[in-house]
């Protein structure tokens, strides 16, 4: 009897806990880990993408979760620096045991996390940044949403030089990954066009020190300048700007975080344009951005749309969508292998393409403009506004 009994327990042990189970996946959990600044001067970046994020979880927990599972999003604040950034994802990895990273945050932060979770076999989804590196299809464990800053370098000098004939630009970046990889996309678009950068100008990262990159580039006087940087500096750059009556086209990328950024110029901003890599938030005759409000609402009933958060959710969208696809039974190599095979994704009338090869699912860039009242305008063609 006490043997049948041991073999029983046994058996029923063996029947609720699976032998091979992915970290991070129970009977009724998936929990997936983000690595982002959700304090200082960028903080807005990660606790937007975070608030979307968790906007896409819940609208799918409130209908049962996925396979019967309900999706949990553990956050780590990595104050947008390398080192701590590699302590969070160790911490999420190893005592954590996330089933998968999403929604990390930054250039330089990623290109340190990136390779540890490539090592544990764990996905790395959504991260909020445009580096070419992340594009490299041997990476096997990235999924981008986002498109590339080539990208959106691209289309600056495009419709700076076709739309306002201006081909004398400056660009204002920070002084690491990111801004180099802003740089590198920057340099390519104007070799394209036989032109010559007008001035360089520098920050360091997480500080508003923007004095002596402002002198380099007035000196040069610029019909515009193209700006690589987090909304805090780039701020203090426009508005100190604004102060000493230096005037060009200010052209800002996605990473920006175009809301926080017109937050802090205020009646500084008008004008100022910023290149976008997700549809505009307010244009609710697409389905995808009509949920994304009631989503965010449902959370937070004081939420407003903006960018970065509508970029987590579309990142968490994804990711609901291609565990349902992958089957109860899922793995990280499953999550994966389900968003690449499918290949075309539709979520909710925004199109999102993958591959073997192609590991960036949109790379359309759409322009904004900040009006006098701190709202965006989508353009399609930039116009020429008056000096403040």
Same mark, same amino acid.
């Given at each position: 009897?006490?043997?049948?009994?041991?073999?029983?327990?046994?058996?029923?042990?063996?029947?609720?806990?699976?032998?091979?189970?992915?970290?991070?996946?129970?009977?009724?959990?998936?929990?997936?880990?983000?690595?982002?600044?959700?304090?200082?001067? =960028?903080? /807005?970046? #990660?606790?937007?993408?975070?608030?979307?994020? @968790?906007? %896409?979880?819940?609208?799918? !927990?409130? &209908?049962?979760?996925?396979?019967?599972?309900?999706?949990?999003?553990?956050?780590?604040?990595?104050?947008?620096?390398?080192?701590?950034?590699?302590?969070?994802?160790?911490?999420?990895?190893?005592?954590?045991?996330?089933?998968?990273?999403?929604?990390?945050?930054?250039?330089?932060?990623?290109?340190?996390?990136?390779?540890? =979770?490539? /090592?544990? #076999?764990?996905?790395?989804?959504?991260?909020? @940044?445009? %580096?070419?590196?992340?594009? !490299?299809? &041997?990476?096997?464990?990235?999924?981008?949403?986002?498109?590339?800053?080539?990208?959106?370098?691209?289309?600056?000098?495009?419709?700076?030089?076709?739309?306002?004939?201006?081909?004398?630009?400056?660009?204002?970046?920070?002084?690491?990954?990111?801004?180099?990889?802003?740089?590198?996309?920057?340099?390519?678009?104007?070799?394209?066009?036989?032109?010559?950068?007008?001035?360089?100008?520098?920050?360091?990262?997480?500080?508003?020190?923007?004095?002596?990159?402002?002198?380099?580039?007035?000196?040069?006087?610029?019909?515009?300048?193209?700006?690589?940087?987090?909304?805090?500096?780039?701020?203090?750059?426009?508005?100190?700007?604004?102060?000493?009556?230096?005037?060009?086209?200010?052209?800002?990328?996605?990473?920006?975080?175009?809301?926080?950024?017109?937050?802090?110029?205020?009646?500084?901003?008008?004008?100022?344009?910023?290149?976008?890599?997700?549809?505009?938030?307010?244009?609710?005759?697409?389905?995808?951005?009509?949920?994304?409000?009631?989503?965010?609402?449902?959370?937070?009933?004081?939420?407003?749309?903006?960018?970065?958060?509508?970029?987590?959710?579309?990142?968490?969208?994804?990711?609901?969508?291609?565990?349902?696809?992958?089957?109860?039974?899922?793995?990280?190599?499953?999550?994966?292998?389900?968003?690449?095979?499918?290949?075309?994704?539709?979520?909710?009338?925004?199109?999102?393409?993958?591959?073997?090869?192609?590991?960036?699912?949109?790379?359309?860039?759409?322009?904004?403009?900040?009006?006098?009242?701190?709202?965006?305008?989508?353009?399609?063609?930039?116009?020429?506004?008056?000096?403040?």
């Amino acid at each position: 009897m006490k043997f049948r009994f041991l073999t029983v327990a046994a058996c029923a042990l063996a029947v609720s806990v699976p032998a091979l189970a992915e970290d991070g996946v129970t009977a009724d959990t998936i929990v997936f880990g983000q690595a982002a600044v959700l304090e200082g001067p =960028a903080s /807005a970046l #990660g606790t937007g993408m975070k608030a979307g994020l @968790t906007a %896409a979880f819940e609208e799918a !927990n409130k &209908k049962g979760g996925v396979h019967g599972r309900k999706l949990k999003l553990n956050s780590v604040d990595d104050g947008y620096e390398p080192a701590k950034s590699i302590a969070a994802t160790k911490k999420l990895i190893e005592e954590d045991k996330v089933f998968s990273l999403i929604g990390p945050v930054g250039t330089p932060t990623s290109a340190a996390t990136q390779p540890i =979770a490539m /090592a544990a #076999g764990v996905p790395f989804i959504g991260p909020f @940044t445009g %580096a070419g590196f992340l594009r !490299n299809p &041997k990476l096997e464990n990235v999924i981008n949403v986002r498109g590339s800053y080539d990208a959106e370098t691209e289309a600056w000098v495009k419709h700076l030089t076709e739309d306002l004939k201006i081909k004398k630009i400056a660009i204002f970046y920070q002084d690491d990954a990111y801004g180099r990889a802003g740089l590198s996309g920057f340099k390519k678009a104007m070799d394209k066009r036989s032109l010559e950068i007008a001035a360089e100008g520098t920050y360091e990262r997480n500080t508003v020190a923007v004095k002596s990159a402002l002198l380099a580039l007035r000196r040069a006087e610029p019909e515009a300048v193209v700006m690589v940087g987090a909304y805090k500096p780039s701020a203090e750059f426009i508005k100190l700007s604004r102060q000493v009556g230096f005037n060009p086209v200010f052209v800002n990328i996605s990473f920006v975080g175009a809301s926080a950024l017109a937050k802090e110029l205020g009646k500084d901003g008008e004008g100022v344009i910023v290149s976008q890599v997700v549809p505009f938030p307010w244009d609710v005759s697409i389905k995808a951005i009509a949920d994304y409000q009631a989503a965010m609402k449902a959370v937070d009933a004081k939420a407003e749309p903006d960018f970065v958060s509508l970029e987590g959710y579309l990142v968490g969208r994804l990711t609901v969508a291609a565990l349902e696809k992958a089957g109860k039974d899922v793995t990280r190599a499953g999550l994966l292998k389900a968003i690449k095979d499918t290949g075309n994704w539709d979520i909710g009338g925004v199109k999102l393409t993958y591959g073997p090869a192609d590991n960036e699912g949109f790379d359309k860039v759409f322009m904004t403009v900040v009006q006098k009242d701190g709202t965006f305008k989508a353009v399609d063609k930039l116009m020429k506004v008056s000096s403040n």
